[in-house]
Each structure stands twice: as structure tokens, then as C-alpha cells.
């Protein structure tokens, strides 16, 4: 089982950037496909990206094509997610999930290990 820390979310006025970052202990990362997820309040969870267990494959929403980068680094055991020209839409609390599938999927019901979550807030 492995355990997901979610960290790096705060309130940055749109058009700026934030770097969230998601360390993984219990087990190693690299066994993963990673996946982040958003949910505002009242609407349900999202899909943001994901990435595959070597970092080669992405798949990213719509919503945040071009504007958010999801990366890796299993030395780290740490995946990231750089999101760039935000949005007051982007506002929502950020969950980092792990899938022990090998395949990349972006329906946060296919993965099995969860982190607390980060907000992050846009203002306009």
C-alpha cells in the first residue's frame, strides 16, 4: 500500500502558476500510473492528468491542455504538477492517486490509493 502527501497548493491571482507536488512513501512510486484529480465545491471530482509508470505516456483534460504539465521523478518518489496561466475555474482542492493498473485512465474511480488533497485558489 502506499501513502500519497499532497503539498505546494496556495492563492496566486489567475494568469500566475503553482507547482504542486506529490510524495509517495509506503511503497515505490515507480510501481504506479499517478494520477490529479480536482473537485470544487459542489461539482464532483475532475479529472486533471495522469501519467504513465516510466513518465513517458500523459493524458491531460481538456479543461487544462497547454496550461498544466504533469511530471514525475520515482528516484523522488514524487510526482508534480505544474499549472501555469491559472484560471479562478481552476479553483479547487487537488488530489494526487495512485492506480496499480498499468494502463492510463483519467476516471478517478480507477484508482486506489488517495492523498488528503491541497487547495489551490485562484483569484481574479
Known amino acids: 500500500q502506499v501513502q500519497l502527501v499532497e503539498s505546494g497548493g496556495g492563492l496566486v491571482q489567475a494568469g500566475g502558476s503553482l507547482r504542486l507536488s506529490c510524495a509517495a512513501s509506503?511503497?515505490?512510486?515507480?510501481?504506479?500510473?499517478m494520477g490529479w484529480f480536482r473537485q470544487a465545491p459542489g461539482k464532483e471530482r475532475e479529472s486533471v492528468a495522469t501519467?504513465?509508470?516510466?513518465?513517458?505516456?500523459?493524458y491531460y483534460a481538456d479543461s487544462v491542455k497547454g496550461r498544466f504539465t504533469i511530471s514525475r521523478d520515482n528516484a523522488k518518489n514524487t510526482v508534480y504538477l505544474q499549472m501555469n496561466s491559472l484560471k479562478p475555474e481552476d479553483t479547487a482542492v487537488y488530489y494526487c492517486?495512485?492506480?496499480?493498473?498499468?494502463?492510463?485512465?483519467?476516471?478517478?474511480?480507477?484508482?486506489?490509493?488517495w492523498g488528503q488533497g491541497t487547495q489551490v485558489t485562484v483569484s481574479s
Open positions: 509506503g511503497r515505490t512510486l515507480s510501481t504506479y500510473v
Open positions: 492517486a495512485a492506480r496499480r493498473d498499468t494502463t492510463l485512465t483519467l476516471i478517478p474511480g480507477s484508482y486506489d490509493y
Open positions: 501519467i504513465s509508470r516510466l513518465g513517458g505516456t500523459t
